[in-house]
């Protein structure tokens, strides 16, 4: 193949959907639904500023404390446009309480449910700092002629038969994987279509970065406390955007850790199994890297048993993910 020759997202998947023996095309419909809903909130993303001052959207105040929230503008479009296909039986979101289940479609038998977090780092969008949209696949485990089950969406990560995130940063990437490999779209804004920019993603096996949110350093358990003085003996150098998906994108390509422990006011971490460190540790581990909690546990073979359920974590390059596990195993503190 021509190696200027300019491959889209549809072109893509497309092409990769004979790698599925059974494949019917529902899966390619999906992605392409969710980079349909990233175009949009693209779009949103980048005038949020404009959003805020000139109050755009008619019903909002100089303030902009109307306007509706990107957070839930995110999730409704993703929301409509993965209802308006008919490929997907149900979603679950980190913005709703519940799963929605999704109406048939006539001629339709749609087999996947789709979790997402409509946008994450959603702090940082006032500051215009990176925000993105994290997205899990999964095949539904109930009778497709019946009602979509929370079982449905209650499955181990390595279930997970696609997932990915958009980052919308100083340029849009798309970057996923259906367990073959990870790929990477940036969205030409030119011709508004996400163009095949990263082939065949591999995390480095260590790299120079840290990434933690320090500040709670003191409510960290011993053994993480001494794991970050290592990372900062070794002269490593602290990095922490504050939205998940772009300290993981950054470690996906330039290699290090990023940890979220425990604190005193998140006992079980804070960050969500479904919706966040499910489909980020799939992309990790397909390029090569790992994914823990601080207790050691594969991130993909925790069994949750909530929609919102959280957890910690401790993903990105294999090498720098081992060393820490060695330092649970040396300085954990055993109850007597
Ligand atoms: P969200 O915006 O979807 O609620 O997620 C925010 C998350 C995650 O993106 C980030 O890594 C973490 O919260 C930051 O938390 P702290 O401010 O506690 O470090
Ligand atoms: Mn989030
Ligand atoms: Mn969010």
Redesign the pocket.
Same mark, same amino acid.
């Given at each position: 193949m021509d190696k200027n020759q300019i491959i889209t997202l549809d072109e893509f998947i497309i092409h990769r959907q004979k790698d599925f023996p059974y494949a019917s095309g529902e899966l390619t419909g999906l992605l392409r639904d969710i980079g349909v809903a990233a175009k949009i909130v693209n779009r949103e993303v980048n005038k949020a500023g404009l959003v805020n001052i000139l109050g755009v959207d008619g019903n909002s105040n100089a303030s902009g404390d109307e306007v509706q929230k990107l #957070?839930m503008y995110a999730n409704e479009k993703l929301i409509t446009c993965l209802k308006n296909s008919g490929e997907c039986c149900g979603i679950a979101s980190?913005e709703n309480e519940d799963f929605i289940p999704m109406p048939t479609v006539e001629s339709k038998n749609a087999k996947y449910v789709v979790l997402f +977090?409509p *946008? #994450?780092? %959603? %702090?940082n969008i006032d500051v215009n700092v990176s925000v993105g949209t994290i997205f899990s696949i999964f095949r539904r485990k109930s009778d497709a002629n019946g009602d979509v089950t929370l079982e449905d969406f209650l499955q181990k990560g390595s279930e997970q038969v696609a997932a990915g995130y958009v980052l919308y940063g100083t340029s849009t990437i798309l970057v996923y994987s259906t367990g073959r490999g990870v790929n990477g779209f940036t969205l030409d804004p030119s011709i508004g279509e996400f163009c095949l920019s990263h082939r065949d993603i591999k995390i480095p096996d260590r790299g120079n970065y840290y990434s933690v949110?320090q500040g709670y350093y003191l409510k960290f358990d011993v053994e993480m406390r001494r794991y970050i003085d290592h990372c900062s003996d070794m002269n490593l150098r602290l990095r922490y955007i504050? %939205?998940?998906?772009s +300290?993981i994108h950054r470690t996906l390509f330039q290699g290090g850790i990023f940890l979220?422990p425990n604190t005193r006011k998140y006992p079980q971490g804070? *960050?969500r199994v479904l919706y966040?460190c499910n489909p980020l540790a799939f992309i990790v581990e397909q390029a090569g890297g790992k994914a823990i909690t601080c207790q050691l546990e594969r991130i993909l073979d925790l069994q949750a048993t909530e929609l919102h359920q959280r957890t910690t974590i401790v993903i990105g390059s294999p090498a720098m993910v081992d060393e820490m596990e060695e330092f649970v195993g040396r300085y954990t503190v055993v109850p007597t």
């Open positions: #957070d980190e +977090d *946008l #994450d780092g %959603s %702090s949110n504050g %939205s998940m998906v +300290d979220y804070k *960050l966040e």
